[in-house]
């Protein structure tokens, strides 16, 4: 019994295997055929995206550690999970490691040598002299601030260009962690009702279906490409559906309605229900009986 479950697995194998070959068409590796793909993004898992084109055909995008990867576009707070970079600017007070203003504006980025997406602490308007690497939260080398406000240095506030890792996120306040020279590495924020999340990254799991794909890649199979370069722009911004809805005030003291073409048609039934009951109980009671006053005995 147990070979025939064997020997039945081993054909249900062969069959997918064999109508799986069937479907890739035989294509000479130095020959693959390049494609230019644009749609909209129909499903996102690790290593893939799903697109349907506008001829609603669905292609998948492979993606290897080769593929380059772009997303811009704007996003809601639920992109500001743990161990995502940001980048804002902010006034501090160093000497209590605390920023009191609420942030309106921030990036999400993926941290790399270059310059304007290096993490750390910088001056405004610079991150670094061209062609020379700095390590993470390190001073900007030639970057130092005017002379005017060198002599302000020594002050407990100043402004600075902060990349930093998002390890928290609660109620509109991120809790946030950068290696610095000026002020402790642990870092709070607290968001604007309205802020404004902008994207530039190459973390592909931010986008969702409707979202806009161009991918150029080698076509393997008959509707799968292996990409080699993937742009994607967020399509549905999620700043306005964040934004709570204003409840509506309710009035303890009940309205008057002054007629019954303002009342609820339910409101109405009932009330002419209770009209109706009122009136047949009115019509069904018996006459009160007459007592006799003692005037009212005819004289003997």
């Known amino acids: ?9 081993g054909m249900v194998l062969a069959l997918a295997v064999t109508a799986q070959a069937q479907r890739i068409p035989k294509i000479d590796p130095g020959k693959l055929p390049r494609i230019d793909l644009d749609g909209t993004i129909s499903g996102v898992r690790p290593g893939a995206i799903l697109v349907t084109t506008a001829t609603n055909e669905t292609w998948g995008v492979k993606l290897t550690p080769r593929t380059k990867i772009k997303v811009t576009g704007n996003a809601g707070l639920d992109v500001l999970r743990r161990g995502v970079f940001v980048r804002f600017t902010a006034t501090v007070d160093k000497r209590r490691s605390r920023i009191a203003d609420k942030v309106g504006k921030l990036t999400v980025f993926t941290p790399s040598q270059d310059q304007e997406y290096m993490p750390g602490v910088f001056y405004p308007g610079g991150a670094g002299a061209d062609d020379e ?13 005017p002379r005017a406000k060198r002599h302000a240095a020594a002050a407990n506030k100043e402004t600075f260009d902060i990349r930093a890792r998002v390890v928290g996120s609660r109620k509109g306040k991120l809790n946030l962690y950068v290696p610095n020279q000026f002020f402790k590495p642990s870092l709070s924020i607290r968001l604007a009702d309205d802020v404004v ?22 076509q393997f199979a008959r509707t799968a490409i292996e990409a080699s370069k993937v742009t994607i722009e967020l399509a549905k911004p999620l700043d306005a559906a964040r934004k709570k809805t204003p409840k509506k005030a309710i009035s303890k003291r009940p309205s008057r309605r002054t ?8 409101e109405v039934v009932d009330e002419i229900a209770r009209e109706k009951d009122q009136a047949e109980a009115d019509n069904n009671e018996p006459p009160a009986q007459h007592q006799e006053l003692p005037g009212d005995r005819p004289a003997p």
Request: charged fraction near 25%.
């Open 1 to 9: 019994m147990r070979i025939r479950m064997l020997f039945a697995l």
């Open 133 to 145: 690497m700095q390590p993470f939260g390190a001073p900007p080398f030639g970057a130092q601030p």
């Open 197 to 218: 999340i902008d994207v530039d990254s190459a973390d592909y799991s931010i986008a969702k279906s409707g979202d806009k794909l161009q991918a150029r890649g080698e």
């Open 259 to 266: 007629a019954k073409d303002k009342q609820d048609s339910f």
